[in-house]
């Protein structure tokens, strides 16, 4: 009932963002999710010739061959939507026992108790629950931190809306499920649909590794290579951010400058590696102890710093001294070896029109008073004037 035409193209344009996603995955294969989209793409194209050599083999050969590519192509879709977003991976076991199921019933339905019908409502119910699927775990994030996500969500979600649809399009009548009064329409709507899908799904895979690639650049441009902290840089800009907002939304800011106590004596004793460990291990600690929002950044060396939005000096106080405890209760460990480690931790509360760097330096003298008074304390700064 479809137009070879209409299926001649949607093949030939699954062919051409099948070697493009290809190209795509094997420029970039450390983006994930691009090797299941491949995947899935090249079961589309099966589809695709199935439909075109319908007529010319087995009926339950070609079956088994349309309901088996149809829910590979929706299951890779889902499982790279997951990879993508580094969740975990789906049950391989499970992907398997559901290919069973819907060969089990396919074949019934062809050979013991044949009915086009229902195989047409396995096929579409199978791969649209699956693309709506991965429509729901793609769509997370936020659209304006990640609109590729969202436009990939938008036309997953969509397709499988028309494929769950798809079924009651051809009406269900005295004749059955494909009543020949307006099926041509129809059948050529849903591979004018498929022929839509293809493109913008593939479109729309290319932007999410777009997104990808942008996000590791920006990360690589924001954070600290070694612990994984914001530099400085990135820091003092979101630092600036905060106390032009704070006044405008009505909400304190706070700032902790955080100092390693005696770092120099440990790449002495036990050596540099032994030193960035402890560093990365006070940032793993850090932020454990910090609020959603919290900002975490290194500034240098051994010093490191955090804005604390929506917190006034009381509740920073609080939160230096948990954090403070923390780190002198959880030493650094390696091969048997116990390094203790302790922090000295100065805090300022910001009072408009200071800038950032003034909150920030009275923070710092706040942190060189707790080294004074003996290490592995907490002293608040004097009010800004």
């Not at 190209?23 to 589309?44: D, E, M, Q, V």
């Amino acid at each position: 009932m479809h137009s070879p035409t209409l299926v001649a193209i949607a093949a030939i344009l699954t062919v051409l963002m099948t070697f493009m996603l290809l190209a795509a995955w094997r420029l970039n294969p450390h983006i994930p999710g691009l090797k299941g989209w491949t995947l899935a793409y090249g079961c589309s194209l099966l589809v695709c010739l199935n439909l075109l050599l319908r007529n010319s083999g087995h009926e339950w050969l070609m079956v088994i061959m349309t309901q088996m590519s149809s829910f590979l192509l929706a299951w890779f879709n889902l499982a790279a939507a997951r990879r993508y977003l580094g969740r975990r991976s789906l049950p391989v076991l499970a992907g398997v026992a559901c290919a069973v199921i819907v060969l089990a019933c396919a074949l019934y339905f062809t050979l013991l108790q044949v009915n086009q019908g229902a195989r047409f409502l396995l096929q579409s119910y199978t791969a649209g629950v699956l693309f709506v699927m991965a429509a729901g775990q793609m769509a997370t994030g936020g659209v304006r931190e990640y609109p590729a996500r969202y436009l990939f969500a938008a036309i997953s979600g969509s397709h499988g809306l028309f494929l769950l649809l798809r079924p009651w399009l051809f009406r269900l009548g005295e004749h059955g499920m494909f009543d020949r009064h307006g099926t041509l329409v129809v059948s050529h709507l849903a591979v004018v649909e498929s022929i839509i899908a293809v493109v913008m799904l593939g479109f729309s895979v290319v932007m999410l590794a777009n997104e990808q690639v942008t996000q590791a650049l920006k990360h690589m441009a924001d954070r600290d290579s070694l612990t994984g902290a914001y530099n400085r840089r990135a820091f003092m800009a979101m630092l600036e951010k905060a106390t032009l907002y704070a006044p405008r939304l009505g909400f304190p800011v706070s700032v902790l400058l955080i100092d390693l106590d005696h770092f120099k004596r440990i790449n002495d004793t036990w050596g540099h590696q032994r030193g960035d460990d402890a560093l990365r291990h006070v940032v793993g600690v850090a932020q454990d102890c910090l609020r959603e929002g919290d900002i975490l950044g290194r500034l240098g060396g051994e010093e490191f710093a955090i804005a604390l939005p929506n917190a006034n000096q009381h509740e920073a106080e609080q939160i230096a001294s948990r954090l403070r405890q923390a780190i002198a209760a959880q030493p650094l460990q390696y091969t048997g070896t116990i390094l203790p480690l302790t922090t000295s931790i100065g805090v300022a509360a910001w009072r408009p029109p200071e800038s950032p760097d003034g909150l920030l330096h009275r923070a710092d003298e706040a942190m060189y008073q707790a080294k004074r008074q003996g290490r592995n304390c907490v002293v608040l700064a004097p009010q800004a004037d």
